[in-house]
């Protein structure tokens, strides 16, 4: 059986993502149709090797008879449209932030929690995680079916392409104005971005935190365990694509470094290459393209009972949202949803 599929922000780095991994994962599509705002209309779009799609403007889209959106434009666009697909039968798979704390939406990472995807015929919208959310819950899974987590202590090290084309854009063209003796103030960022790092992602929410480090806590409970605390500190840093984590999780119950390396090694959508006498570690330059969660730097934590610090990349635009996207896709059709 194949779908209609309607790629919505298409024109976006998620988009252009999305497009590459149905094409790669030989999606079953008869028909892909690339959409986005009125001011991208009749631009092409690259499909993989099969070609350019022409894109259309979302407001001249009829849902009706489109079976699975991937939607990835912005909150504000999805809080709009997505709804309106929902309502007209084609089933949603949302990359914003819009859908993903409200209660009958599921929030879903396939290897992490599938089951969650039985509640979403209720709103006809599945949400897709935050980036740095997808990433850690991926790697602290296999651990807390061992020995269940306590509390999580992460900071990120976040790539620019998390805030879109146009935050990409300025680091490279800030980092040539550098060099040109031409500094250039900050436009999608609230200092510098060339050969700095900024302890902040996203808007003030409360108790002094960044809305970037609040996802995280939500919505690592509603996906894993709302018993597990959380605390990061989220932080971007001039890289173009791939998130980096240094992750220390306290236990309630013993886990020793050996049986944190076997679960995570036997658990989908994991690779571990960790062997630090040799220098063997995966960064974010190493990730990118690649599907996989990457841990290393795996070593206990003697200033707690039950502790493990690790080191964990990804390519956030893959694993991170485009392919997580497909991925719920994927499970739908398996679980015959779609």
Known sequence: MTYRVAVVGATGAVGAEILNILDERDFPADEVIAVASERSAGKEVSFGERGTLRV???????????????????????????????????????NTSQFRMEPDVPLVVPEVNPEALEGFRERGIVANPNCSTIQMVMALKPLH??????????ATYQSVSGGGTEAMDELFEHTKSIYMHDRKEPENFK????FNVIPQIDVPVADGL?????????ETQKIMDPAINVAP???????FVGHGEAVNVEFHEPLSVAEARDALKEFSGIV????YENYEYVTPVECVG?????????RADPSVEHGLNFWCVSDNLRKGAALNAVQIAEALIQDGHL
């Open 56 to 94: 259309n403007p979302i407001e001249d889209v009829d849902f009706d008879g489109i079976d699975l959106a991937l939607f990835s434009p912005g909150a504000t666009v999805s809080a709009e449209h997505a709804p309106r697909a929902a309502r007209e039968g084609c089933i949603v798979i949302d």
């Open 145 to 154: 079916d061992l020995a269940r987590i306590k509390r999580v202590v992460v």
């Open 191 to 194: 200092r510098p971005i060339p």
């Open 210 to 218: 960044y809305k970037e480090e609040w996802k995280m806590i939500v």
């Open 233 to 239: 500190t989220c932080v971007r840093v001039p890289v």
């Open 272 to 275: 571990v290459i960790d062997d």
């Open 290 to 298: 690649e599907f996989a969660v990457f841990v290393s730097r795996l």
